[in-house]
C-alpha cells in the first residue's frame, strides 16, 4: 500500500460544476499538506498549502484536511476549462531530523466547456 | 524574475552516454531537488541538497550524480543512460527548512535514452 493514494482519473466534469479532488495517507505523522496543479508539458505550481486541520480558502479553491480519518480534500467551484490539469497532492513531515515529502501520482482534470 | 531555469529542455542520446542537466535558480534558495516524473509512479525525489556542497540521496539515486558548488547552481548527471532513465526531470528549490516552506519546480528537462 503507497503511503499517498491518488486516484488518477480522469475526472470529468463540465464548466461551472464543483470539483472535489481527494487523497488519502496511512502515516499519521503528516504534519504538511499542499496541492499542486500541473499543466501538460509544464513543471507543478503550488496551489494551496496547509498544516492544520480544517479548511482554507483561495479564490475558487478550498483545501480541506481530515487527520483523524487521513483525508484531504481540494475542492474548486466554478470550475473553467483553464482549470484543466493534473493536481497532485504532497504531504510532508519532519521528525528527528529526518525530513520526508511525499507525493501522490496526480489526479487529472478535465473541465468540457 | 527568472526562477527556476532548466536546460535542455529536450534531449536525446544513446546508452551508455554521459548527460548532464542544468539547472540554475534565482532566488537563493537554499534547498534544490531533482524529481523524476513517470507515468504510474508520480514524482520520485533523485537527490536534493541543503545548502552548496551538501547533498543527499532521495528515494531514486542509483545511476545519478548531483553537486552544488553554487548555492544556484544543482546539475544532474547520468553517467552512462540507460533507456530506463528515459523520463521528464524537474528541478525545484525551496527557501528554508523545505518542510515548512513550499516547494518551486523548473519548466522540466524531456529526456529520451535510445
Known amino acids: 500500500q503507497k503511503e499517498v493514494e491518488q486516484d488518477p482519473g480522469p475526472l470529468s466534469v463540465p464548466e461551472g460544476a464543483i470539483v472535489s479532488l481527494n487523497c488519502t495517507y496511512s502515516n499519521s505523522a503528516f504534519q504538511y499538506f499542499m496541492w499542486y496543479r500541473q499543466y501538460s508539458r509544464k513543471g507543478p505550481e503550488l496551489l494551496m498549502y496547509t498544516y492544520s486541520s480544517g479548511n482554507k480558502e483561495d479564490g475558487r479553491f478550498t483545501a480541506q484536511v481530515d487527520k483523524s480519518s487521513k483525508y484531504i480534500s481540494l475542492f474548486i467551484r466554478d470550475s473553467q476549462p483553464s482549470d484543466s490539469a493534473t493536481y497532485l497532492c504532497?504531504?510532508?513531515?519532519?521528525?528527528?531530523?529526518?525530513?520526508?515529502?511525499?507525493w501522490g501520482a496526480g489526479t487529472k482534470l478535465i473541465i468540457k466547456p | 524574475d527568472a526562477g527556476i531555469t532548466q536546460s535542455p529542455r529536450y534531449k536525446i542520446t544513446e546508452t551508455g552516454r554521459q548527460v548532464t542537466l542544468m539547472c540554475h535558480q534565482t532566488w537563493s534558495h537554499s534547498y534544490m531537488f531533482w524529481y523524476r516524473q513517470d507515468l504510474g509512479h508520480g514524482l520520485r525525489l533523485i537527490y536534493y541538497s541543503a545548502a552548496a556542497d551538501i547533498t543527499d540521496k532521495g528515494e531514486v539515486p542509483d545511476g545519478y550524480v548531483v553537486s552544488r558548488s553554487k548555492t544556484e547552481n544543482f546539475p544532474l548527471t547520468l553517467e552512462s543512460a540507460t533507456r530506463s532513465q528515459t523520463s521528464v526531470y524537474f528541478c525545484?528549490?525551496?527557501?528554508?527548512?523545505?518542510?515548512?516552506?513550499?516547494?518551486?519546480f523548473g519548466e522540466g528537462s524531456w529526456l529520451t535514452v535510445v
Open positions: 504532497a504531504m510532508a513531515l519532519y521528525m528527528d531530523s529526518n525530513y520526508q515529502l511525499i
Open positions: 525545484a528549490s525551496s527557501d528554508g527548512e523545505a518542510i515548512f516552506a513550499p516547494i518551486y
